[in-house]
């Protein structure tokens, strides 16, 4: 492990602090600290439920080298396990599919219910005999990795000790209340992914401010300026930004996607775009919302899954493509400066960066949570040696 | 090889899972010994148990009474 990065610039009001040092950016050492201490000790995004909508459905997924299946149990509920058998650690599931009845590991057989219970050893007593003292069925089912549904992502805690979800999230929870309500994915149509060469926290840092739509993404100024936004921050769990004019997209005929019910009057011209730590960038409106899960992959390298949901399972094909379409152009429109911003992080001496304490408080407020779970992280790790 | 032998392969070599639970039943019902019986109705289980195949249920209780299961 490389020295310890200083933080205590990081840790300034946003009038006085900076950014995070380089190395958060560009040193393998501090990437795998950041992976310990700001994604398995959290409650990181990790899919949507969308991506198994059927009982026995299951998709492999790797998250941070960690292989990890996601799956809906026959009993309905999705569940997120380690991809592993208990008997030599072999990979269970290698591409997406239905499970009809269980999961049988390809090298021994041994067999998992959808609810990862173990239920079958076979020839584990000698040939023909499945069953020996040693081997406990109960005790050996499949390693479940603490997951959550909310808004129809799957949030995990690998490190299984964080604070409940509904205490982690309360503060992201109450403020979207009026939406605790059905989200209905749009389909094939309304998902897509983003590969970017940057490292994932430069993604958040990016959508979580307004300062830089009217340079970026011109194309907002007509109706959506700079001076119709507001900054979001709650420190220690999301920051972003809304905006008090929010135009719906029509078709030729002026038709619009049906609202979200009774969300009330405060929402008809608002919308709101929320970072929620570490990974997960949502965003809300009165007649669509959407997730987008950043999925490290290495230091300067992310995939951005993206995912659109409305009020009602079927809405319109064409207004539906319409929107995907008008989304993907401005998330495209950000993938230069996230990339421009971790090469930039090359640039030996760089202090990390001055805020415009007017405009930056939602980066700024991110960079200090950032500082203070590595500080904790580090603090506890070294009480432990 | 005998015939049998020859259409578990086949169906092996198809991944065709619902033909080997009937194969492997019928391996089972030929075999020459309780543990070869156990063996080849195991993998009918086994394979009925992966496909949600109903025939597991029967090839269960078989191999519970046998003592080879729980």
Avoid at chain 1, 254 to 259: A, E
């Amino acid at each position: 492990m490389s020295r310890n990065t200083d933080l205590s610039a990081v840790r300034q009001p946003v009038t006085t602090a900076l950014g995070l040092p380089n190395a958060h950016y560009t040193d393998p050492a501090v990437f795998a600290e950041e992976r310990e201490a700001l994604l398995f000790r959290q409650w990181a995004g990790l899919a949507v439920a969308a991506d198994v909508p059927d009982p026995g459905d299951a998709k492999p997924l790797t998250f941070l080298g960690m292989p990890l299946l996601l799956l809906r149990g026959k009993d309905g509920t999705v569940r997120v396990f380690q991809n592993i058998c208990r008997h030599r650690g072999m990979i269970l599931v290698e591409e997406p599919r239905k499970i009809e009845g269980a999961i049988r590991c390809p090298y021994h057989s041994w067999c998992y219910s959808t609810e990862g219970r173990l239920v079958s050893t076979p020839h584990v007593g000698g040939p023909g005999q499945n069953t020996h003292d040693a081997i406990q069925r109960d005790a050996l089912g499949l390693v479940e990795v603490r997951s959550q549904v909310w808004r129809d992502v799957v949030w995990i805690n690998m490190s299984g000790d964080a604070p409940d979800f509904d205490v982690a999230m309360a503060g992201a929870i109450d403020r979207w209340r009026e939406f605790d309500l059905p989200l209905y994915h749009g389909g094939a149509d309304s998902r897509f992914t983003l590969e970017v060469q940057t490292n994932w926290k430069l993604a958040v840092e990016n959508y979580c401010e307004s300062y830089h739509l009217p340079w970026v993404h011109p194309g907002l100024n007509s109706y959506s300026r700079l001076e119709d936004h507001y900054n979001i921050e709650q420190p220690g769990a999301f920051s972003g930004q809304g905006t008090l004019v929010y135009r719906q997209l029509t078709d030729d005929n002026g038709t619009t996607f049906p609202d979200f019910p009774d969300v009330g009057e405060k929402w008809n011209e608002q919308a709101e775009y929320l970072a929620v730590y570490p990974n997960v960038l949502l965003g809300t409106h009165r007649d669509h919302a959407f997730a987008i899960i950043l999925e490290p992959q290495g230091m300067d390298r992310t995939v951005e899954h993206i995912h659109l949901y409305y009020s009602v399972p079927d809405t319109d094909p064409a207004l539906r493509a319409r929107n995907t379409a008008q989304w993907k152009v401005v998330f495209e429109e950000d993938v230069f400066v996230v990339e421009g911003m971790q090469r930039g992080r090359h640039a030996s001496g760089f202090d990390g960066g001055k805020f415009s304490p007017a405009m930056d408080g939602p980066t700024h407020c991110f960079h200090d949570w950032v500082a203070i779970q590595v500080e904790g992280y580090r603090m506890q790790a070294q009480a432990a040696e | 090889m005998n015939d049998l032998e020859a259409r578990l392969l086949a169906a092996h070599a198809r991944g065709d899972t619902r033909a080997l639970v009937g194969l492997y039943t019928e391996a089972g019902e030929h075999a020459n010994s309780a543990v070869a019986q156990g063996f080849y109705l195991t993998h009918a289980y086994v394979y009925a148990l992966e496909l949600g195949d109903v025939r597991a249920t029967g090839l269960h209780a078989r191999l519970v009474a046998m003592g080879r299961e729980t």
